[in-house]
C-alpha cells in the first residue's frame, strides 16, 4: 500500500522551484528600494547644499524670482499656492468621493456598482496632460460664464486636481466599506436602524482608518501632481486672497523652469532644493498613510 | 377561549431563487409564552425567522408568499424599522458592534430619539442586568463591545436586543457560544421575560426546549411536521419523524 500523503515527500525539484522564486522576488523588492535611495542620492546631490545656505530665505520670503539680479528664492508663495490647491481640491474631492463610495457599496445594485467601477477606472487612466486640457478649454470658460474674472485661478486647479483624485478615493473608499464585516450592518437593521443611520453610525465609523487611509493617498497625490496644475492654475507665484486668484505649486515650478535654468547653477539648486522639499512633504504624508494602515490591521 | 395568537404565521413559503426552503408552514407563537423550534440543520428555521422581521428582503434573491401577522397586523403593512423594534432578533452568532459595550445597547434607543443620559444609564443597566451580564462588566462599559469573549458578546447582544422593550423576542440558537452555566442562566431570564413579552426560540438543543418552550415546534426539510404544547409533543408525538428526531433517531 501506498504511503499516507502525510509521510510522502513532494519531488526534489520543488525545492528549488522555490528557493528560485524566492530570490526573484527578493531581488525585485531590493531592487525598489535601491532606485528610492538613487533618486534620493540624486536629488539631494544637487539640491541639498543650496538648501543649506538659503533655508531661511527661502522659507521667510514670499517673493519668488529666480532669473532676476539678484535672484529672489523665496517659496512661501509656492508652499502656499500648493497646500490651497490641495485643501480646495480635497473640500471638493472627499466628500464626493466618500459620498460616492458610500453608494457604490451600500446602495447600487451588483450590476450598477460593476459598470460604474468601469467608469471609475476609466477617470483614473485619464492622463494628466488631458485634464490639463479640459480645465483650460471646458472648464475654465465654464468658471467664467458662472461669474469668475477672466484667467485661469486657483479654484480651476482645485477642481481639475479633486477630479483627478476621486477615482482613487472612490475606489479605495468602497474597498475600506466593504472591508466592515456583514454581520455589522445585519445587526444595525436588525435593531431597527434604517439604511441611513445604519452607514452613518455604524458603517462609517468601522470603516474610518481605511477611509482615512484612502483620503491621506489622495492628498499625496494631489501635492505631486504637476502637469495639469501647471495648465491650469494661472501660474502666478503670489499668495491667493480669493479662490479667483491664480496660483502656482511647488511641482509646477519645477517643471516649468528647469528646462531653462543652467546646469549647475543658483536657479538648478534651488528648484532641486524645492524637490527635496516635496519629497519630504509627500514622504510624511505617505508615513502617515502608513501608520493609518498598520493600526487599522492590528485594530 | 383561546386568546389571540401574538405572532401568527399563515401559509408561508420561502425561496432562495427557485428552491423554496420553508414551504407552506401556518404556525402561531402565544402570546406570552416560549415558542420553540427545532430540527435538523437545514430546515429552514433561521430563514422563517428572518420573516418576522422582514430582514429577508434584504437578501437578494429571496422571496416569500404567505403573510405573518403581529397582533393581527400584517407586518408588511407596517413601517420595517418600526417592525424592527417591536420584534428583536438574536443571531446565533455574537455581533459586537464595532462601539464601546454601552453604546451597543444605547444604539436602538438613540435611533429611537432617546438623548437624557440619565434615562440611557437606566435603559443599559437594566438590559444588561436582565441579559446576566453586569456584574461581569459594569466596570468597563466603555471598553469596545468587540473585546468581549464570545459568550459575553452573545449577552450583549441579547442586551441589546432588550433595549427596545421588544414585545416579540426571536432568539436564533443563542447557546452556540454560551457555557451550559450562562446558558442556564440566560433560560432563567427567557422564562421571566416572557411575563412581557412573546419569545420564539430556535434551538438545536431538545433538552432546552423542552425545559423552557411552551409550545413547540418540529421542522423538516422547509417543513412544519408538527406543532404543540412541548410536554405533549415529547411524550407522544403524532407524527413518526417527529417522535424519531426528539428520540434522537437522526438529525
Ligand atoms: N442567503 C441564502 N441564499 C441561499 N440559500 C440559503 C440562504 N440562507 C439559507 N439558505 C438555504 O436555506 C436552507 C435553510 O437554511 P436555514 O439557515 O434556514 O436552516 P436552519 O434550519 O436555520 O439550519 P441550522 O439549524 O443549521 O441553523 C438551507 O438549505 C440553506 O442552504
Ligand atoms: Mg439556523
New interface residues.
Partial sequence: MADPIARRRPPRYTRYVEWVIEGLIRVCGLSAIVFILAIFVFIGKEGIGFLGTHIVGMLSSTDWNPTSTPPAFGLIALLVGTFWCVGLSLLISVPVGLASAVYLSEFAG?SRREGLKIVVELLAAIPSVVWGFIGVMILNPLLQKAGAPVGLNGLNGAIVLALMTLPLLVSLGEDALRAV?E??R?????????KW?MVW??LL??ARRGLLVAVLLGVGRCVGETMAVLMVTGHAARIPHSIYDPVRTLTATIAAELGEAVRGGEHYQALFALGILLFFVTFVVNLIADAAVRARKTQ | MVAEPHVQIEGLTLSYGPRAVVKNVTLSAPRNGILGIVGPAGSGKSSMLTCL?R?IE?T?GASYTGTVRLDGQDVRSLEA?????RV??V?P?P?G???SVYDNVA??PR??GVRRKTELDEIVERCITQAALWDEVKDRLDMLGTRLSGGQQQRL?LA??L??DPEVLCLDEFSIAIDPVTTMRIEAVLTELKERMTIVLVTNLLMQARRIADVTAFMLNGELIEAGPTGDLFVFARDKRTNDYLAGKFG
Avoid: H, W
Fill in positions: 451588483d464585516p454581520s455589522y445585519q445587526a444595525a437593521i436588525a435593531m431597527g436602524a434604517t443611520e453610525r455604524v465609523p468601522a | 422581521n430582514t434584504l437578494p424599522s418600526d417592525l424592527r423594534r428583536a432578533m443571531l452568532l455581533v458592534l464595532p462601539m444604539f436602538a435611533l429611537a447582544t441589546r436586543a433595549s427596545t
